[in-house]
């Protein structure tokens, strides 16, 4: 007997307006000093710069009033 919980996801990368890095596909990131977080199928990461737990996004651009505006796809 085999199954997922979650369908594999395709490799994705999305900024969300005002809020995190949103990514997909189980892409690898490491810490800044090179330690990989554990692989999963899809994360957050933190634009705005408070995260308690950065790299990864805990939400806390809702609570400071971030604002992350990129007028075009050629400015991400």
Do not use: M
């Amino acid at each position: 007997l085999s199954y997922s919980l979650e369908p594999d996801l395709p490799v994705e990368i999305v900024v969300t307006p005002d809020g995190a890095l949103w990514f997909s596909g189980g892409i690898t990131v490491e810490r800044s000093y090179g330690q990989p977080f554990e692989a999963r199928n899809r994360a957050t990461l933190c634009r705005c710069g408070n995260s308690k737990n950065k790299s990864l996004c805990d939400g806390t651009q809702k609570e400071i009033g971030f604002s992350g505006y990129f007028s075009s796809k050629s400015e991400i």
